[in-house]
């Protein structure tokens, strides 16, 4: 950006790991183009949004945001204001008749044209551009080819997959996000070579049914008459990925338990890098439910592949996404969701009250909507289900000796070092001396709490390798 233009930016991001990665990638972007990053909104030029509509209130919340932006926009000359993700992809025009002091609104498909629209917004007037569907090109299309800011630089997002092809009845994602394309397989690993090559040990690789990934592009192989099966790649691409020399962790999420195939669980085994955690969404333990939401696997079949899982890796934590008050719920239904919870034995779980979406199958479901008292209701019934296993788990793990990658200080108390275990648990500990953030150390585990570790010091085991943090680091692929 030119002496005229904004110097300074600040990115909100919302919602989930792949809109965090964007919002990396639109940082990268806006660096690239000179400027720089500010702390508060009082010190930028430029404010993204970074936006999500999984759940309700989004928009409320969005709006809100956006009439304090007025008076912030209006207070300095030259102020912009953006705003990009699934619910612009999803209100479109909307956005800027409700709000027409935003100069940019762009959608799920062209966070690789941020820096052009900016330039547009400042020379011509606000703009709104949501391309329908992404554009076959790689550097647009995954987040992960484009520059990019990232929060650390030890570990990195890596995204695997876009779009969705599923029809979950609840879910707007495949609305948002379009159909499911796979980014090649070579660019993946040669991605994740480049970060290891700058000191990153960890990696997660990101998709919205990453047990799918590759099967478009086995089938566009053997369209091209090559000798390929018609097979998804995910379990290749693990022990690919967990090879790759400096790699120490590998991580995935979300995989689909209608897809989750036993060469992805045996690759998870046999690859030491991959990590000890799967995240496995369940969504509901009723079979009723579950057809209703079009996913494609009961809670038996769900049970069945979990005990598989923890079979080939016995120290395996596992955790899962529930949704509660699902139109047409009954209390039957209910039950079974917390006996299939109290069976698979989760570590942790993420529990979202049902929120009907605009567009959704379900959103049309209104004479079966669920009476807000009662799921409530139920959703504290689950919660200390799965907050006694979650707690059980966490003591279960005391007096253990637990490997961990350092975060950094804990937010709570400066003198205390925060990191995760291999099975993505948070543990605080006191270290003899500051531990830089990405060195993997020991620890005995002391007390197990409901949603953390606590730990002795025991050794150092490698210091990060990555000199200081990079600011924008454009990929090599
Ligand atoms: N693709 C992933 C999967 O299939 O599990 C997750 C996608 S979504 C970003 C994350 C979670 O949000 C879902 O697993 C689901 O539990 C929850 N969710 C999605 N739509 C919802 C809705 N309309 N109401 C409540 N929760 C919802
Ligand atoms: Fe949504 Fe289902 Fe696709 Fe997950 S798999 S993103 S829940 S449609």
New binding site residues.
Partial sequence: MNAKGPESYIVRTFGCQMNEHDSERISGLLETDGLRRAESDDDADVVVLNTCCIRENADNKLYGTLGHLKTWKDAKEGRRIVVGGCLSQKDKDVVQSRAPWVDVVMGTHNVHRTTELLHQAIEHGPITEILEEAVIDDHALFPSALPARRETSYNAWVTIQIG?????A?????AV?GKEISRPFADIVNEVRHLASQGVTEVTLLG??VNSYGRDLSLAARRDGADVSAGPQFAQLLRDVGSVDGIRRVRYT?P?PKDMRMDVLQAMAETPSVCEHLHY?L?SGSNRVLSLMH?GYTGERYLERLAEARRLMPDLAVTTDIIVGFPGETEDDFVRTLEVAAEADFDSTFTFIFSPREGTEAATMHDHFIDPAVVAERFERLRAVVERSAWLKHQAREGRIEEIIVEGPSRRNPGVTTGRTRQNKLVHFTAPHPLRPGTYATAEITRGAPHFLEGKFVEVLSEPTHKIRIPVATVNV
């Fill in positions: 969705c092809d599923n029809t979950c609840y879910c707007i994602v495949p996000r919205q049914n979300s689909h969404p969504q996913r």
